[in-house]
């Protein structure tokens, strides 16, 4: 009867358990207040570390330095990109006048190329986005943890019992062993009882030999 693999049902059944323990983990990540702040934070987190990663692996700061250094590089202007000129700068002083006359500050871009991507905030998602990213993060992450405890586990157990072929060599070996020496020991046997036959050959030699002598000295 071929047994069953126990361990594996079982570690099905543990992989069935902790994904509902993942789909519990994000219900009470919407639905308890302390969790639901907690999952919010670290949720923006985490999507403030995907966006700067997402975009240092899209960004070419070499390019954009280029792209950057020819804009600003002294061209000769026609008479339209002057005027278009003057009256972008226009613009800009009477924002900059009424900006100073309610007393808010022009919003002016900070955009750096060469600045860092890790040290730059993106606009942050909304609360309940953000709670599901972090509970998404938190189900997969407990789901990994069971799938990583279990192959461990079935990792140690395997390096802990023998190698079926290492076992099966060893007892041939032995029985190499076993045979061998009962060849020698027979060998030997066969040897005592040649020299057991020699020696009443020579026995029969000499009788032989004294009553051809004996027959002689009668006649």
Same mark, same amino acid.
């Given at each position: =009867?071929?047994?069953?693999?126990?361990?594996?049902?079982?570690?099905?059944?543990?992989?069935? /358990?902790?994904?509902?323990?993942?789909?519990?983990?994000?219900?009470?990540?919407?639905?308890?207040?302390?969790?639901?702040?907690?999952?919010?934070?670290?949720?923006? &987190?985490?999507?403030? /570390?995907? =966006?700067?990663?997402?975009?240092?692996? =899209?960004?070419?700061?070499?390019? $954009? @330095?280029? !792209?950057?250094?020819?804009?600003?590089?002294?061209?000769?202007? &026609?008479?339209?990109?002057?005027?278009?000129?003057?009256?972008?700068? !226009?613009?800009?002083?009477?924002?900059?006048?009424?900006?100073?006359?309610?007393?808010?500050?022009?919003?002016?871009?900070?955009?750096?190329?060469?600045?860092?991507?890790?040290?730059?905030?993106?606009?942050? /998602?909304?609360?309940?986005?953000?709670?599901?990213?972090?509970?998404?993060?938190?189900?997969?992450?407990?789901? %990994? %943890?069971?799938?990583?405890? %279990?192959?461990?586990?079935?990792?140690?157990?395997?390096?802990?019992?023998?190698?079926?072929? &290492?076992?099966?060599?060893? $007892?041939?070996?032995?029985? %190499?062993?076993?045979?061998?020496?009962?060849?020698?020991?027979?060998?030997?046997?066969?040897?005592?009882?040649?020299?057991?036959?020699?020696?009443? $050959?020579?026995?029969?030699?000499?009788?032989?030999?004294?009553?051809?002598?004996? @027959?002689?000295?009668?006649?």
């Amino acid at each position: =009867m071929v047994p069953l693999p126990l361990f594996k049902l079982a570690s099905l059944f543990v992989r069935h /358990i902790s994904k509902y323990g993942a789909n519990r983990i994000k219900i009470q990540a919407h639905e308890h207040p302390s969790l639901r702040r907690i999952a919010a934070k670290y949720g923006q &987190t985490i999507h403030q /570390i995907t =966006m700067r990663v997402s975009v240092a692996s =899209m960004r070419d700061v070499a390019a $954009e @330095k280029r !792209a950057k250094e020819k804009a600003e590089a002294p061209t000769v202007k &026609t008479a339209e990109q002057v005027k278009a000129d003057e009256e972008k700068a !226009a613009a800009k002083a009477a924002a900059a006048a009424k900006a100073a006359a309610t007393g808010t500050k022009e919003k002016v871009s900070s955009y750096d190329p060469s600045r860092s991507i890790w040290t730059r905030k993106f606009r942050p /998602i909304p609360e309940a986005k953000a709670v599901d990213l972090f509970a998404d993060v938190l189900g997969d992450a407990f789901v %990994l %943890l069971v799938a990583g405890g %279990l192959i461990t586990y079935e990792y140690v157990k395997s390096k802990s019992k023998p190698d079926q072929n &290492t076992v099966r060599i060893e $007892e041939l070996a032995e029985l %190499l062993k076993d045979e061998e020496r009962r060849v020698a020991e027979l060998e030997q046997v066969e040897k005592k009882q040649q020299l057991r036959v020699d020696v009443l $050959e020579q026995a029969l030699e000499l009788l032989k030999s004294e009553r051809a002598s004996g @027959k002689l000295k009668t006649a």
